[in-house]
């Protein structure tokens, strides 16, 4: 029974040499993702300061030199994303890891308005573009599959178009006409009841004056009477204390 006992509570010790290969293994995995953030910085680096030293307006770049550029972006900041999760997954000391990770992710910042300040022109040309078509019907692969007739119905088609745009917007200026409107009897609402409350104001001052002075009136009689009655019981002293000697 002893022996049992043994086997079956004793454990194999730890090797410290396999703590220590596993710790180095996801060192070595977040430096070589950190190694692969730096070098896709890099190449968007090179990239932006070639397209800064050609000097050219963004609407003049090529759609590969766009579509390249679009993707480095994409692929640095998912590379990004990874780094920061394997750093916040570290355990023991990881301060020097958390501040490269900081570095990275400002670089990053700086690095995609750099990029959408090169593609903003061509994604707003692109949808100018989209929206011409839109309005217009693409009118050139209208016209060049057919004849007159199709001429004429592409220009109906723009005329429609362009009416139903004329109508959108003479809604939209009698919608602004009504708030206006609104807006001014709304204003006279409140003029009208500025005044109201002006007259009350002044009404209740006057009351508080008239108040005022029938307050003090009627204090005044008050030390009248008073007076009075004093006045004559002194009056009647004085003659009872004459008629009585």
């Not at 030293?53 to 990004?80: D, E, H, M, N, Y």
């Not at 108040?211 to 009689?221: E, L, P, Q, S, Y």
Request: aromatic share 8%; charged share 20%.
């Amino acid at each position: 029974s002893n022996s049992v006992e043994q086997s079956v509570w004793q454990f194999p010790p730890l090797c410290p040499f396999a703590v220590f290969a596993n710790m180095a293994a996801g060192r070595t995995d977040v430096s070589s993702i950190y190694s692969k953030t730096e070098q896709q910085k890099r190449e968007l680096e090179d990239l932006l300061g070639s397209l800064a030293q050609q000097k050219s307006p963004p609407q003049g770049l090529s759609i590969a030199t766009q579509q390249r550029l679009s993707a480095l972006a994409t692929q640095f900041a998912s590379t990004v994303a990874l780094f920061r999760q394997e750093v916040a997954g570290m355990s023991g000391n990881r301060a020097l890891w958390d501040r490269r990770a900081a570095n990275v992710q400002e670089d990053l910042n700086c690095i995609q308005r750099d990029v959408d300040r090169q593609l903003a022109p061509f994604y707003k040309a692109q949808k100018q573009e989209k929206d011409r078509k839109e309005l217009f019907g693409d009118r050139e692969r209208r016209t060049s599959s057919g004849g007159p007739d199709n001429e004429m119905t592409s220009l109906a088609k723009e005329h429609n178009s362009l009416q139903s745009s004329n109508s959108a917007l003479d809604d939209v200026l009698g919608q602004s006409r009504a708030i206006l409107g609104n807006l001014i009897n709304q204003n006279s609402m409140l003029k009208t009841a500025q005044k109201k409350l002006l007259d009350a104001a002044n009404a209740l001052g006057v009351s508080n004056s008239l108040v005022g002075v029938i307050d003090r009136r009627h204090t005044a009689d008050k030390w009248l009477v008073y007076g009075g009655m004093v006045l004559t019981l002194f009056v009647l002293f004085s003659l009872w204390y004459l008629l009585r000697w």
